[in-house]
């Protein structure tokens, strides 16, 4: 997936396999719902929620295609070093089984 789709369009062009493939993964869902009060690096997800760091990096890149996380902002360390802090673009998700299809509603963050 190359294009970035915003939270309405999500049900627009039907991915919902795919987000409920990633909020199935316990560690993206771990991920996803750490950053929804407050944003965090991938450093500090991977030492708060003992996860290895390049698994972190993969799942910020997955949840972030997907739009459900995005660049809160970019800081700068003091030895020069870039790196983004994520938050959460939804607060709740609710999936509901009652037919072959499954009905997925996304609740933003506010």
């Known amino acids: 997936m190359s294009k970035k ?13 795919k987000v409920i493939e990633a909020l199935a993964d316990s560690e993206s869902r771990t991920i996803l719902f750490s950053v929804v009060k407050k944003g965090a690096t991938a450093t ?42 994520y ?9 509901s089984i009652k037919k072959p299809d499954p009905q997925l509603l996304l609740i933003p963050n506010k």
């Open 5 to 17: 789709l915003s939270l309405p369009q999500l049900k627009k062009y039907d991915i919902s396999q």
């Open 44 to 85: 500090e997800l991977s030492i708060k929620l003992k996860i290895p760091l390049s698994s972190v990096y993969k799942k910020l890149s997955d949840l972030e295609e997907l739009t459900l996380i995005e660049v809160e902002k970019w800081m700068i360390s003091e030895k020069g070093r870039k790196f983004k802090v």
């Open 87 to 95: 938050k959460s673009r939804i607060s709740r998700a609710d999936i």
